[in-house]
């Protein structure tokens, strides 16, 4: 969920501030440029895996990782981290990675 949480929180400002205070208080990630090689039916098979641990927002959640990861396996250990319960992390990671 972090990555999650870490992608809005630049799009969300405070409902109550002006307009000025809200642009100063809103923090600006980087939007990566280079993203790995990786399979794209790996990527969708990682996708379906993981929705089956923190729902729909995998997508997201394994488009954002990919950029900035060089592996599968980076990419899996890197999603993981996404899952809140240890079992269910330990689950995920052992599942066979795609071909």
């Known amino acids: 969920m972090q990555v999650l949480i870490g992608g ?3 799009l ?3 409902a109550n501030a002006d307009d000025e205070s809200a642009t100063a208080a809103t923090v600006t990630m980087p939007i990566p440029t280079r993203r790995a090689n990786l399979d794209p039916m790996a990527l969708e098979m990682m996708t379906r895996d993981l929705a089956r641990f923190i729902g ?3 997508e997201l959640v ?3 990782a990919a950029t900035h990861c060089a592996s599968i396996t980076a990419l899996r250990r890197s999603v993981a981290q ?3 319960s240890a079992a269910d992390r330990a689950r995920f990671l052992a599942l066979p990675p795609a071909s």
């Open 12 to 14: 969300v400002s405070d």
């Open 62 to 64: 394994v488009k954002r």
């Open 82 to 84: 996404e899952i809140d």
């Open 56 to 58: 729909p927002v995998a």
């Open 8 to 10: 809005l929180r630049p």
